[in-house]
């Protein structure tokens, strides 16, 4: 797998990933914001995909199939390197970004706070713990997927992130907000409002 920047100047990246397990092609734009397609066999995945880029405000479109046959956790979590592959490419050496962003969102009786930084460190604290209801659909879709998911993606992004529940009993409620938590603070994070990478290093 090796996710390709587009050469055209735009912010914008492809990546295809397949292996005995999965098969994925992921577009991004991040300054787009008008395109968003996700399918994954998944629905309740797409929906959280689709969470992503809207409220991200990026294009993204993710087509994946796997074996599911046996369970979802191959496709959730591949899909995860390869979306962490392709914010990596396309985003480049940072330049002029945000970098640090953070966000609480509610979701009706859910409250999930997300920090954020492009650090080029991977590093996940994900404290969201679930009231036990499973997410109906056809496959179901297990909670415990979810942390899966962030953890494939900061990895491959090389990002450092924090999310963490404050208050909630629904299930769908709070993977709802955490996607949509991410979603924000990438929007910020990535947002160009300077000209030199924000680092004393230089780089990030």
Not at 54 to 60: E, I, Q, S, T
Not at 150 to 159: K, L, P
Request: charged share 25%; proline share 4%.
């Amino acid at each position: 797998m090796s996710a390709e920047r587009t050469d055209d100047g735009r912010r914008a990246a492809t990546v295809a990933r397949t292996t005995s397990e999965t098969d994925i092609a992921i577009e991004l734009d991040l300054d787009g914001g008008t395109r968003v397609e996700t399918s994954t066999g998944i629905p309740f995945f797409d929906h959280m995909l689709n969470q992503l880029g809207r409220h991200g405000g990026f294009d993204l479109v993710v087509r994946a199939t796997g074996d599911l046959e046996i369970d979802a956790h191959h496709t959730v979590e591949d899909v995860g390197i390869a979306l962490g592959e392709v914010f990596r490419a396309a985003w480049g050496d940072k330049a002029g970004v945000r970098r640090f962003a953070s966000v609480r969102v509610p979701l009706d009786e859910a409250l999930v706070d997300v920090a954020l930084d492009l650090s080029g460190r991977p590093y996940l604290h994900y404290e969201v713990e679930f009231p036990g209801q499973q997410i109906l659909g056809d496959p179901p879709f297990d909670p415990q997927l979810v942390e899966e998911f962030w953890r494939a993606f900061v990895v491959s992004s090389a990002i450092t992130l924090h999310v963490t529940s404050i208050r909630g009993v629904n299930t769908h409620h709070l993977i709802e907000a955490t996607f949509k938590g991410v979603a924000r603070a990438l929007r910020d994070a990535v947002r160009v409002e300077g000209s030199g990478v924000p680092s004393t290093k230089g780089t990030l």
